[in-house]
């Protein structure tokens, strides 16, 4: 019971150092004059997504890089089937007045170069380069909307109220304190949760890429799930849909793109029969929704929470 204890409280650590160093970011960024809308792009996202990075990178350094690996595909998977179909389940989600296509072309597109470069056998650096390139890309081209709509009249600059963990008022000591909670808590939870996890591994005579695929992936789905069911509940299908488009591209992109420069990530032969094919048949189920302009109901959101329960049942048997 120990390490699962133990790999709760890592992932709890993680979580809330993550959150501590949004905030601290968000807020040091606004006072050195940085745009809300810049920050919500690059420094929210990124540190959003920093849990799954830290432990990615731990994975590779304790090689162990089936977490780190399982961690990215499993998480993309739970995202749309599990994140979405639960969330469905307790109000319906209103995507048909959604407008999330571009966006959603640039997810599938990362997933198809996603593959492509796993059947290469292995994630080395110029795979890293490669992936970092196209988030490049992906960054540049949100902020060159951005701005076209600025200079069209429309309003797309951010309320200050409307960006995470943005607080005019917060004192130069707390922003501090944020930050340095952040920076410290994450390397440290990493530790203890990729540990742990590599332990429980071990007991159960499993190999850690079914570990990253199901306890590690399913935890740091955890924020991305809490986000999307409140927006459920307030009938923001727009921020649900949105959220879980943009975390599968940076998972793809920016955490395994970062991770290969530590070290190469190996691509065991189960992701290239099964996991990955998986993951890009969920991010397909969702089209309907993206371009049909259906509505995600409670039955579909049964259908996706039941898929997701299936699939864990194959991975785990």
Known sequence: ??????????????????????????????????????????????????PELLISVKAIMDEAPGIALGNVVGSNTANILLVLGIPAILAPLHTSTCDSRKTYVFMLAASVLFIALAFMGTFTWISGLILLSALAFVLFDAFRDARAHQQAGEAVELDLEELE???????????????????????????????????????????????????????????????TVMAALRRQADVALGNVIGSNMFNLLAIIGIATLVGPIPVDPSFLRQDLWVMLAASLVILPFVFLKKDITRIWGVALTAAYVAYLAVVLI
């Not at 650590?13 to 993550?18: F, K, T, V």
């Not at 905030?23 to 920050?39: F, M």
């Not at 008022?169 to 440290?188: D, K, S, T």
């Open 1 to 50: 019971m120990i390490p699962w204890l133990l790999s709760g409280l890592g992932l709890v650590i993680l979580l809330l150092a993550g959150d501590s160093l949004v905030k601290g970011a968000v807020n040091l960024s606004l006072r050195l004059g940085i745009p809300a809308l810049i920050v919500s792009l690059t420094i929210v996202a990124f540190g959003t997504s920093a």
């Open 165 to 227: 963990g943005a607080d005019p008022e917060m004192p130069v000591w707390q922003v501090a304190l944020y930050l340095a909670l952040g920076l410290i808590g994450l390397p440290l939870g990493a530790d203890i949760l990729v540990d742990n996890a590599t332990i429980i591994a071990k007991q159960y005579g499993v190999s850690d890429t079914v570990i990253g695929l199901t306890l590690v992936a399913i935890g740091t789905s955890l924020p991305e799930l809490a986000t």
